[in-house]
């Protein structure tokens, strides 16, 4: 009996040393970390995953850190007591409050305890903010983020967070996101991240809870004029102009007419498909219901599938918006804008086709393609100055659309708004889509039905406006029944 008294009293004494005290403040650090990280998190309006990495990854190793080196005092401490028992010399480790000094520093280390508990405090609503930042999600993952940030930064999106939407309020989401985020930082640090980062992204929320935040569907109705310009590939790089009013139309009836483009995403209508590739740009299947119930089934010619053996997915703003914060500019439609804006001295014979031919070509690196770029065009006008500043700019063009290290270009990343270089909405409205009995396809062939050609042309022919629409004048000839992706692609397909 008092020989288990004495050994348990010997067991507690063992902790009171100098090295497990100091275990058991970062220990108990961790722990307040830990709860106060959790704390923000949970509070937080929006959250995001590497919160998760910094709760369940960073804290939990210095807890683990704390009680290891608790742990390893304690040995010290038995071995210099096992010495002492041997008549080697002291115990220099133990605590003994009977002894002033011993007393002074434990004063001084419990006050150098509670800076430390307040520092963390503090660290931790820092580390809080930061890993909130644009500037984290970005800029921490450098390599592997720059395609995104870059095209981000260049977006009407500028200023919205990658969290709002990545990721969303909410309690599901945000468990959910700390344990993909908590894998992507191990995928990057492990170097085991894939290039292109895959997209459609697999669990991405739906739009209703992120977009819908700041564009609701009573926040729009009526048509959108855009103006779409273009150059040809002729030495007199001959503008050709396209003006085109959308109808993108409304989606609540107590704001205005429902219709039109936003039509899909009318609450009351549902449209559900199938895709048969991962990147969904093959659509075999299609079923819309509307808001009386009437629902339509459509099918491309030989799909004859049973289609309760694949996934079915409601349709949303993603479906068309797939790129609102993240668009690789396409190598014709950069170099258009750069000359529409002046910036690319039109008055350089063919620079249009040179300019497109040389971000059109596969470089292995960013250095690469910036060596190829000058010496092509150099070579192309070997006597005229202005083509200095034409590589500067086609150089900065490539900078911010195209990036080899990580394989991010308008080749890897398809826009499905539109149809000329992607199938995009043509995935449906290919004419080929038809209802069992072939009566019916989803709307194809009306060229007026998403869209008027309010003008067309150079000069004077844009003048000129005709609200009911023209036929599309194509400046590449008679297209039959071609689709526009077949010949467009970031350039003319060879
Ligand atoms: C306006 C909303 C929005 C914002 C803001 C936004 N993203 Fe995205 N992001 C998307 C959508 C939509 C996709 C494509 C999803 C799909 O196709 O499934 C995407 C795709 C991605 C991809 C996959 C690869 C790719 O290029 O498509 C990454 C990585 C990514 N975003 C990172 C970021 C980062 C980092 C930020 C902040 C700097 C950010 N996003 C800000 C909406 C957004
Ligand atoms: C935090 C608010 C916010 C969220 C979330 C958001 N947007 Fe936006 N969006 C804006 C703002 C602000 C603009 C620029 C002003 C405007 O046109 O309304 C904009 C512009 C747009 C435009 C017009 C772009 C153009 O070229 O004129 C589209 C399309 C768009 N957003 C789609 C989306 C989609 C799709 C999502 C979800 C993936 C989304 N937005 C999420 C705030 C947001
Ligand atoms: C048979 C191949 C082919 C098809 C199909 C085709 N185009 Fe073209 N397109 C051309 C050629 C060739 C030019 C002339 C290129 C030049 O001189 O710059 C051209 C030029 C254009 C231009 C102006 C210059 C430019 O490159 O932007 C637009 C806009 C355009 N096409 C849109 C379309 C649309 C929209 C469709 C589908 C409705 C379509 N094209 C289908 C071959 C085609
Ligand atoms: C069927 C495809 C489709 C769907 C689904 C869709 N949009 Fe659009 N949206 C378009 C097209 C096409 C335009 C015209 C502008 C363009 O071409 O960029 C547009 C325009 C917009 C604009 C710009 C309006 C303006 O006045 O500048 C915003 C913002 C927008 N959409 C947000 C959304 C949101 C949010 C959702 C989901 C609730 C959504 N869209 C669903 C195709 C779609
Ligand atoms: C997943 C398939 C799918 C995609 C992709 C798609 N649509 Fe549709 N769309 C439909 C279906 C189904 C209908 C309803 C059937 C019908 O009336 O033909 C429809 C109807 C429409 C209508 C007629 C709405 C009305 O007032 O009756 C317009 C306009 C339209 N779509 C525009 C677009 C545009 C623009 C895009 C590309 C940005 C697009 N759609 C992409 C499936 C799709
Ligand atoms: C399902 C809806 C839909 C149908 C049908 C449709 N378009 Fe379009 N079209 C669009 C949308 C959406 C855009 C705008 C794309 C963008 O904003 O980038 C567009 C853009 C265009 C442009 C401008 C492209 C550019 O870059 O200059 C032309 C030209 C065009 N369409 C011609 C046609 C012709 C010709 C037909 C008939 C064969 C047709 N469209 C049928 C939805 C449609």
Not at 13 to 40: E, H, K, Y
Not at 77 to 86: F, I, M, P, S
């Amino acid at each position: 009996m008092s020989e288990t008294t004495s050994q348990s009293a010997s067991q507690v004494s063992l902790f009171r040393n100098w090295i497990s005290l100091t275990g058991l403040i970062v220990a108990l650090a961790s722990l307040l970390a830990f709860a106060l990280l959790f704390l923000f998190d949970t509070l937080a309006h929006f959250s995001n995953p590497y919160m998760g990495v910094m709760i369940y990854m960073v804290t939990p190793t210095f807890l683990v850190l704390g009680v290891l080196v608790g742990i390893g005092g304690v040995l010290l401490e038995r071995r210099g007591l096992r010495r002492v028992a041997a008549g080697e010399k002291q115990a220099f480790l133990l605590i003994d409050l009977s002894r002033p000094r011993h007393r002074r520093i434990l004063g001084g280390f419990v006050v150098a305890a509670l800076f430390f508990f307040l520092f963390t405090a503090f660290a931790s609503y820092q580390a809080y903010h930061f890993t909130e930042s644009v500037q984290f999600c970005g800029h921490a993952c450098h390599m592997v983020m720059k395609p995104e940030l870059t095209t981000y930064e260049h977006s009407p999106h500028a200023r919205v967070a990658c969290t709002s939407c990545h990721i969303g309020s909410g309690a599901t989401w945000f468990v959910r996101s700390k344990l993909s985020g908590a894998y992507q930082v191990y995928a990057v640090l492990a170097n085991k991240y894939p290039r292109p980062v895959p997209t459609p992204i697999k669990n991405l929320r739906p739009a209703q809870e992120t977009c819908e935040q700041c564009h609701w569907p009573k926040a729009f109705v009526g048509n959108l004029d855009r103006v779409y310009a273009h150059f040809l590939t002729d030495a007199s790089n001959t503008p050709y102009t396209v003006r085109l009013s959308l109808k993108v139309g409304g989606a609540d009836p107590s704001h205005g007419p429902v219709g039109g483009i936003h039509w899909h995403m009318n609450v009351a209508n549902k449209i559900e498909y199938i895709a048969a590739d991962k990147e969904r740009q093959t659509i075999p299947w299609v079923r819309a219901t509307d808001s009386q119930s009437v629902v339509t089934e459509f099918r491309s010619t030989g799909f004859t599938n049973d289609p309760s053996q694949y996934v079915i997915r409601r349709m949303d703003c993603m479906d068309c918006h797939n790129r609102p914060a993240h668009k690789y500019g396409k190598p014709d439609s950069v170099v258009d804008l750069a000359i529409a804006l002046g910036r690319i001295d039109r008055a350089i014979p063919s620079v249009k086709s040179n300019a497109v031919a040389v971000l059109l070509q596969s470089y292995p690196t960013q250095q690469r393609a910036m060596e190829g770029i000058a010496t092509q065009l150099i070579g192309q006008y070997p006597n005229d100055p202005r083509i200095r500043l034409v590589i500067d700019i086609v150089q900065q063009i490539y900078r911010d659309n195209m990036f080899p290290e990580m394989k991010a270009s308008w080749r890897n990343y398809p826009d499905n708004i539109g149809h000329k270089d992607w199938y995009g909405c043509f995935r449906c409205h290919d004419g080929e889509h038809k209802t069992a009995d072939k009566k019916n396809s989803i709307k194809a062939n009306d060229c007026n039905a998403c869209h008027l050609i309010l003008a067309q042309g150079r000069g004077a022919e844009l003048q000129k406006l005709t609200p009911e629409g023209q036929p599309f004048a194509h400046p590449g000839g008679d297209i039959g029944e071609m689709k526009c992706h077949d010949c467009h692609f970031g350039g003319l397909v060879q």
